[in-house]
């Protein structure tokens, strides 16, 4: 502990006031005291920490579209590396600094992998990851009317570097959906032509959360993965919104009904399909409007050493 004192061992009188005139220089820069590099023992176990970083620090990152264009997003970084058993701790705001290094150039698998790589030179670890969450705007057309409208996709891009130096990348993608219930669809149609009945069936907002791994080399982007969503679930939740298009999502809900294991099984058929993707796992919640609890279904490629179904956080599929 830096504790300075005068000739006669006592402690000097505090300056209560902020020097806002202070100068600093090299040398007095050097002299300042590092606890990450103090002398003291670890507390605790002095064992390795797999993660040990920084969490939701924001800043504006560029991303790369489909149409070839940018576009700037308020973005949420994760950033984290491995820290060896005699260590004390790292020098976290240098994660953050070498997001603020790279903030004019455009983000991407790629570059994550150049970040982690700096991550092991100037923080000195053997492994990394760093994760960033954004919200993503891509335009919608309405079914009949026309009309075009923004949506918002939770997206998160994550890559890890592992002691090894093996580079590994991921996308996380929400989409929001419409499930009408195959069930009450058939019940409501028998009490009709049965018993002369008017009856709704329902239906619910609804959220598949994809996690895939992007196979080496291959070129993923955002808008493939709501494509292969939009083919397999067709009942995407609308932007602009007129008669017109309400009847016609009223439509397109009767032509798509499906079970929230039916769900699991669509998105499952259009990723099995990109071998672009190495892995993944799909995980669905319906905000059932007839129970007073959710209906949720998880599933995965299957690949021997992969992902797993092991998804409990079915709280963050509220929409």
Known sequence: MYLHRGPNGAAPAIARAYDAGFVLTPDYRAALPDMMEAQDAVQGSPVAIQQVGVSNFRLPLRFRTAQGGTVTLETSVTGTVS????????????????FYEHREETFGLARLKSILAKYRRTVKTLGARVKLTFSYPMVQRSLRSGLD?????????????????????FIEFDFVYSSACPCSAELSEHARDVRGVYAVPHNQRSKARLKVEVATGARLRIEDLQAHCLAALKTETQVMVKREDEQAF???????????????????????KD??????????????????????????????????ADFGDFRSLVC
């Open 149 to 169: 409208g923004f949506q918002y996709y939770t997206v998160s891009l994550e890559g890890s570097l592992d002691a090894q130096g093996r580079f590994r990348s």
């Open 275 to 308: 071998k672009r993707i190495v892995d993944f796992q799909v995980a669905c919640s319906h905000l059932e409007s007839l129970h007073s609890h959710d209906a949720v279904s998880v599933i995965c490629k299957g690949v021997p050493g992969g992902f797993s």
């Open 83 to 98: 820290l060896e058993a005699n260590l004390k701790g790292i020098n976290m705001s240098r994660i953050v600094r070498s």
């Open 250 to 272: 009223a439509e397109l809900n009767g032509a798509h009904i499906k079970f929230v294991e039916d769900a699991a099984r669509l998105v499952y058929a259009q990723l099995a």
